[in-house]
């Protein structure tokens, strides 16, 4: 009885999977694989839960920067890379924002917005990838990402010093004496508008497009 495949197409499987298991896609397959991890971690409410899960959702943030810098350093550009990293992002962000409404520090109505959009562009980019487009993201769209990010990891810290600091009675708590939720809402806040904004710039870039892929 014949082979059910022809006896290169392991050969050529595995050549593919090694060329897009590049440094890069690696990185961002790490930074998947560690979101899940971190807030199991960060939702343990101790000091050592939140300081192992904050240093995790370091490590994964890293790891985007570093994505980065490999694949234009080297020049190692993927179908697979442009369309998993900015997922893998949507991820973390995802995971750490959800954590953040669980334990009392978000506002659910405006991690539903994020959330939202960006199921509706990773839906986008899918049909496109169906089709054998790629879609890149936008400037607008980097600049989300930098301030859910950067807004994430305040409120992250400030969190576990908390936590930390109110364990061991440590008089370095004075230093968090002021509003905080405001400060989270206002963070949360900007990245909701900037995330809405560039859900709402991918419909209108990519309008022809999706039109000429529904039909």
């Given at each position: 009885m014949?082979p059910?495949?022809?006896?290169?197409?392991?050969i050529?499987?595995?050549?593919?999977?090694?060329?897009?298991?590049?440094?890069?896609?690696k990185?961002t397959l790490s930074r998947i694989?560690?979101s899940?991890?971190?807030?199991?971690?960060?939702?343990?409410?101790?000091?050592t839960?939140r300081v192992?899960?904050?240093?995790?959702?370091?490590v994964?943030?890293v790891?985007?920067?570093?994505?980065?810098h490999?694949?234009r350093?080297?020049?190692?550009i993927t179908?697979?890379g442009?369309?998993?990293d900015?997922l893998?992002?949507?991820?973390?962000v995802?995971?750490?924002?959800?954590?953040?409404v669980?334990?009392?520090?978000?506002r659910?109505w405006m991690v539903?917005?994020?959330?939202?959009?960006?199921f509706y562009?990773t839906?986008?980019?899918?049909?496109?990838?169906?089709?054998?487009?790629?879609?890149?993201?936008?400037y607008?769209?980097k600049v989300?990402t930098v301030?859910?990010?950067?807004?994430?990891?305040?409120?992250?810290?400030?969190?576990t010093?908390?936590?930390v600091w109110?364990?061991?009675?440590s008089p370095?708590?004075?230093?968090l004496?002021f509003?905080r939720?405001?400060?989270?809402d206002i963070?949360?806040?900007?990245?909701?508008?900037l995330?809405?904004y560039t859900?709402?710039?991918y419909?209108?870039?990519?309008?022809t497009?999706?039109?000429?892929?529904?039909r």
């Amino acid at each position: 009885m014949p082979p059910p495949f022809p006896i290169d197409i392991p050969i050529i499987r595995a050549v593919h999977f090694r060329f897009i298991m590049n440094m890069p896609n690696k990185l961002t397959l790490s930074r998947i694989i560690l979101s899940p991890i971190f807030m199991i971690f960060f939702l343990l409410e101790s000091p050592t839960g939140r300081v192992i899960g904050f240093a995790i959702y370091l490590v994964a943030v890293v790891t985007d920067l570093m994505d980065g810098h490999y694949a234009r350093k080297y020049g190692i550009i993927t179908g697979f890379g442009k369309f998993m990293d900015p997922l893998a992002d949507k991820i973390l962000v995802t995971t750490a924002l959800i954590a953040l409404v669980s334990l009392g520090y978000a506002r659910a109505w405006m991690v539903m917005f994020i959330v939202a959009r960006e199921f509706y562009v990773t839906g986008i980019r899918s049909l496109a990838a169906y089709k054998g487009a790629v879609i890149v993201p936008s400037y607008w769209a980097k600049v989300k990402t930098v301030v859910q990010m950067t807004g994430i990891s305040f409120i992250l810290l400030i969190v576990t010093l908390d936590t930390v600091w109110t364990h061991t009675e440590s008089p370095a708590i004075a230093i968090l004496n002021f509003d905080r939720q405001t400060v989270y809402d206002i963070l949360i806040g900007a990245a909701t508008v900037l995330t809405l904004y560039t859900g709402f710039d991918y419909t209108v870039k990519y309008y022809t497009m999706l039109k000429n892929i529904l039909r």
